[in-house]
T-cell receptor, first 114, second 113 residues
Framework: EDQVTQSPEALRLQEGESSSLNCSYT??????LFWYRQDPGKGPEFLFT???AGEEKEKERLKATLTKKESFLHITAPKPEDSATYLC???????????????FGQGTILTVHP | NAGVTQTPKFQVLKTGQSMTLQCAQD?????MYWYRQDPGMGLRLIYY???????DKGEVPNGYNVSRLNKREFSLRLESAAPSQTSVYFC????????????FGDGTRLSIL
């Protein structure tokens, strides 16, 4: 069974204090790993897709990296507006089906204080 | 650019009542999905439609039905609501059912008394 574990559950940072969020996964052949941001009362907002180990993607203060067992979301010099829940999801290679099931982690709640 | 639009945003029902949650996307996506999000459970797939004219069960389909009305619209129906169906429901869409990211609406918050 595919599993996704995100850590820490919650992270409090001071503005400008860089850190990383972790997404560990076990999947029967990775088709893709997705990062989302979710603000309170809103739906998840797509950030990145990573397809293979060694791949990196960047967007503003965020950088996502991927290994064969985990992904990191690095936040450089965060600002209060980066406060949100960050979700990780994996899609497995499922032979013979028309859909690649997404398995979501529980998320990391990030709070950035001014 | 509206993206994925869900209606209603909030709803309170009594046990046994029925209702339909509506979802429409304007991104010309082929695939659409319904999820529920519960504290401590994460996002769980209820039903999906890989392409217009097809629907399939997801992880937690019991108590729900869906209709892919056309390429843009995908509705979720609760025939006889139960308190266990109290949740936040999200609709999502993607260009294709595999490898493409899913884009989510802002959800319907449903309480069943």
């Amino acid at each position: 069974e595919d599993q996704v574990t995100q850590s820490p559950e919650a992270l409090r940072l001071q503005e400008g204090e860089s850190s990383s969020l972790n997404c560990s996964y076990t999947v029967s052949g990775l088709r893709g790993l997705f990062w989302y941001r979710q603000d309170p009362g809103k739906g998840p907002e797509f950030l990145f897709t990573l397809y293979s180990a060694g791949e990196e993607k960047e967007k503003e203060r965020l950088k996502a990296t991927l290994t064969k067992k985990e992904s990191f979301l690095h936040i450089t010099a965060p600002k209060p507006e980066d406060s949100a829940t960050y979700l990780c999801a994996v899609q497995a290679r499922a032979g013979g089906t028309s859909y690649g099931k997404l398995t979501f982690g529980q998320g990391t709640i990030l709070t950035v204080h001014p | 650019n509206a993206g994925v639009t869900q209606t209603p945003k909030f709803q309170v029902l009594k046990t046994g009542q029925s209702m339909t949650l509506q979802c429409a996307q304007d991104m010309n996506h082929n695939s659409m999905y319904w999820y529920r999000q519960d504290p401590g459970m994460g996002l769980r797939l209820i039903y999906y439609s890989a392409s217009e004219g097809t629907t399939d069960k997801g992880e937690v389909p019991n108590g729900y039905n869906v209709s892919r009305l056309n390429k843009r619209e995908f509705s979720l129906r609760l025939e006889s609501a139960a308190p266990s169906q109290t949740s936040v429901y999200f609709c999502a869409s993607s260009e294709a059912p595999i490898t493409q990211p899913q884009h989510f609406g802002d959800g319907t918050r449903l309480s069943i008394l």
